[in-house]
């Protein structure tokens, strides 16, 4: 696993979690108990702080990272698609952000609330718990998550707890 220390900033690593050898986390970041941090997902502190609850799954080739002196804060068990982007923003608990989306600096993202696939959440946006947007710039749907899509994204996102479990023992190199 990359993980680095950055001028004094070291990283804290929670029981059961994985982060992929080709992922990189780097500075003052804080992982959660039983996180997945997929192949080539960068998550910086050299600067800023990121604090990343339990449960939660940074796929691969995410970005995270946050202002000199400020807070990128994600939740407990929370999915932050491939390819995302998050920076200086809040996620809160069980949220979906879809592959390739776009959080911008001081953005919420509300419990269980989903940003679409390649969707750009802009500076300061809110997205409300429970609600849906989409979109460049990310529009807020007039719909909410429903119950069925929560018990269906809970068994995805317990998974992916799972795969962090699995990764240390069940990856091996053959080339």
Same mark, same amino acid.
């Not at 696993?1 to 500075?27: C, L, N, Q, W």
């Not at 429903?146 to 240390?168: G, H, N």
């Given at each position: 696993?990359?993980?680095?220390?950055?001028?004094?900033?070291?990283?804290? &690593? %929670?029981?059961?979690?994985? $982060?992929?050898?080709? /992922?990189? @986390?780097?500075?003052?970041?804080?992982? =959660? +108990? *039983?996180?997945?941090?997929?192949?080539?997902?960068?998550?910086?502190?050299?600067?800023?702080?990121?604090?990343?609850?339990?449960?939660?799954?940074?796929?691969?080739?995410?970005?995270?990272?946050?202002?000199?002196?400020?807070?990128?804060?994600?939740?407990?068990?929370?999915?932050?698609?491939?390819?995302?982007?998050?920076?200086?923003?809040?996620?809160?608990?069980?949220?979906? &952000? %879809?592959?390739?989306?776009? $959080?911008?600096?001081? /953005?919420? @993202?509300?419990?269980?609330?989903?940003? =679409? +696939? *390649?969707?750009?959440?802009?500076?300061?946006?809110?997205?409300?718990?429970?609600?849906?947007?989409?979109?460049?710039?990310?529009?807020?749907?007039?719909?909410?998550?429903?119950?069925?899509?929560?018990?269906?994204?809970?068994?995805?996102?317990?998974?992916?707890?799972?795969?962090?479990?699995?990764?240390?023992?069940?990856?091996?190199?053959?080339?």
């Amino acid at each position: 696993m990359a993980v680095y220390e950055f001028e004094g900033r070291v990283p804290k &690593i %929670g029981r059961d979690t994985y $982060v992929h050898p080709s /992922a990189e @986390v780097i500075g003052l970041v804080t992982l =959660g +108990e *039983g996180c997945w941090v997929g192949p080539g997902a960068r998550i910086r502190g050299d600067y800023g702080e990121v604090i990343i609850g339990d449960g939660t799954s940074i796929e691969d080739n995410c970005v995270i990272h946050a202002r000199p002196g400020e807070f990128t804060h994600i939740g407990d068990h929370v999915t932050i698609g491939h390819g995302s982007v998050i920076h200086n923003a809040t996620i809160r608990d069980y949220a979906v &952000i %879809g592959m390739g989306a776009v $959080v911008s600096d001081w /953005a919420v @993202v509300g419990e269980w609330a989903v940003v =679409g +696939e *390649g969707a750009v959440v802009k500076q300061r946006q809110q997205i409300p718990d429970g609600h849906i947007a989409v979109g460049v710039p990310a529009k807020v749907l007039d719909r909410q998550v429903t119950p069925e899509y929560k018990k269906q994204w809970t068994i995805f996102k317990d998974t992916y707890v799972d795969l962090a479990r699995r990764y240390p023992k069940g990856l091996k190199r053959i080339g």
